[in-house]
């Protein structure tokens, strides 16, 4: 056996553990079929059972990665509760309801439901208003903008700081995929300091729209806000309690959203309208449906790391960005060159089996400060290719970056476990997510963070809460345990 080969070079999967099955319950069987605790006993049969499901609640507590109080947070997060809460609450002639909704969600429901962008936009603004007399819906751009000029922001002063005071030069980690930062703070605590502690758009859309309404003197129980988001990590992330004053009420999936409307017994497509101004009527005061409805470059995750990078090449308009490919197609990194030298780097990493290898590489001390193996580099350079040196320089090397953006799924957020991607291989998973990809690219307006960022932080009027408190877990053994969230 190879030395090189370690347990982490294992692939993705892992088997579940005895107590991730739940016990089947019976339903009008024999009594003596079932033990006191009404569990069914193996040895006999029962005349009907139940059927099993399980929920994300019962996943994470057996994994023992919430609390059990974050577990009763997260069972407020649902369709039915919101069908419930909402119903409950549109009695009452002063509460309204506010929807947001993410990039990944629009694209995931006009895919499913075999529409374009804009028409499965105006099919859920049509929705939710004629079915919940919504009042405002926004897409999630703007507190996309602001989380992407505060990361720049805070990124630059790092490096400063770091060239200044020699420090450790290890890169940042992003903090806005709950799955990535859940896993960090239950299992690698020792990677939390690494964390950029910029709160989610998720999270940064509730604060704006938290501060819109106090302009309006609108109070914060006059209104409901429920977010549509690609995972259900995300319910978590809501759940915090640093995110519970960003005046997030709900989170559901697009999963949900259709389960939503099997229980309500409607035909999504039965809502579809050519009424364009919906963009602008259900935008709330000082919002630019051209605005918050687009995206940016950079990816469909976000584009952190490529909108650092070209916040630094505005800098030196004589340096070059390129884009290096990792050794799967989950890695990226875009490099900047001026006279030869790297003066910029951060990367893209998304998927569980990359997420072990980052933990490997940088809490095990051999991070970017490491030393090359001179006898491996000699092997290289004597290899039967002349350009071994040029393709060795040409493949993406996110530890070496000034700001690694990274996602639990593979694929990143357009692999959301809350999509309509349903029960699909992972050829076909993959073509999905590159298909979905594409449809970002073609069919959403692109907007610039870097200059709308300062701009929409200062409309803002008031201090937004934007940054995250960590909570890293001290642990007794080192251990490893799978995010939230789809795999290949």
């Known amino acids: 056996m190879s030395a090189l080969l370690s347990e982490a070079d294992l692939n993705d999967f892992i088997s579940p553990a005895l107590a991730c099955v739940k016990p089947t319950q019976v339903s009008g069987g024999k009594k003596d079929n079932t033990n ?32 059990s109080s974050e577990e009763i947070l ?88 770091k060239q200044n005071t020699d420090v450790d030069r290890k890169p940042l980690l992003s903090a806005v995929c709950p799955g990535f930062l859940i896993y960090t703070e239950k299992t690698k605590p020792q990677l939390a300091p690494m964390l950029l502690n910029v709160k989610s758009p998720q999270q940064i859309t509730g604060s704006l729209i938290k501060a819109t309404f106090e302009d309006l003197a609108i109070a914060r129980d006059s209104f409901y806000h429920l977010s549509l988001m690609p ?99 989950d890695i990226v990194e875009y490099r900047l060159l001026h006279d030869g030298a790297i003066i910029a780097a951060a990367s893209e990493l998304s998927g569980f089996r990359n997420i072990q290898n980052l933990v490997r590489k940088l809490a095990s001390g051999a991070g970017p400060e490491r030393k090359r193996n001179i006898t491996v580099l000699r092997k290289r350079r004597t290899g039967p290719s002349a350009n071994s040196r040029e393709m060795a320089a040409a493949t993406a090397d996110p530890y070496h970056s000034d700001y690694i953006e990274v996602n639990a799924c593979p694929g990143a957020c357009m692999n959301g476990g809350g999509l309509l991607n349903g029960e699909q291989n992972s050829l076909k998973r993959k073509q999905l997510v590159q298909t979905l990809n594409k449809r970002h690219g073609q069919e959403l307006a692109m907007v610039d963070p870097l200059a709308l960022g300062p701009k929409l932080e200062e409309a803002a009027a008031r201090p937004l809460s934007l940054e995250y408190v960590f909570a890293p877990v001290k642990q007794a053994a080192e251990k490893d345990l799978v995010s939230v969230g789809s795999t290949w």
Not at 46 to 61: F, G, M, R
Not at 231 to 257: H, Q, W, Y
């Open 36 to 67: 006191l605790n009404g569990e069914y006993e193996v040895s006999t049969e029962p005349d009907q059972l139940e059927k099993v499901s399980i929920t994300l609640s019962d996943c994470l507590a057996c994994s023992g990665c919430i609390t």
């Open 74 to 161: 997260l069972s407020s997060q649902s369709h039915s509760v919101f069908l419930k809460n909402w119903g409950e609450l549109s009695q009452q002639e002063d509460k309204f309801l506010v929807v947001s909704v993410s990039p990944q969600c629009r694209l995931s429901l006009a895919q499913y439901f075999d529409l374009t962008l804009e028409a499965a936009d105006l099919c859920l603004m049509n929705f939710f208003q004629k079915q919940f007399q919504c009042k405002y819906m926004v897409g999630t751009e703007m507190g996309r903008i602001i989380s992407i000029s505060k990361t720049v922001e805070k990124i630059i002063a790092h490096k400063k700081q």
């Open 231 to 329: 995972c259900f990590d995300k319910k978590l992330e809501a759940s915090r309690p640093e995110s519970l004053g960003d005046g997030i009420d709900c989170v559901i999936t697009p999963r949900e959203v259709v389960t939503m409307l099997q229980e309500l017994n409607l035909d999504f497509k039965s809502f579809l309208t050519e009424d364009t101004s919906l963009y602008g009527r259900l935008s709330p005061p000082g919002w630019d449906p051209r605005v918050h409805w687009a995206s940016n470059l950079g990816g469909t995750c976000g584009g952190y790391a490529y909108q650092y990078v070209t916040a630094i090449q505005r800098l030196h308009p004589q340096s070059r960005m390129i884009v290096l490919e990792g050794r799967n197609s």
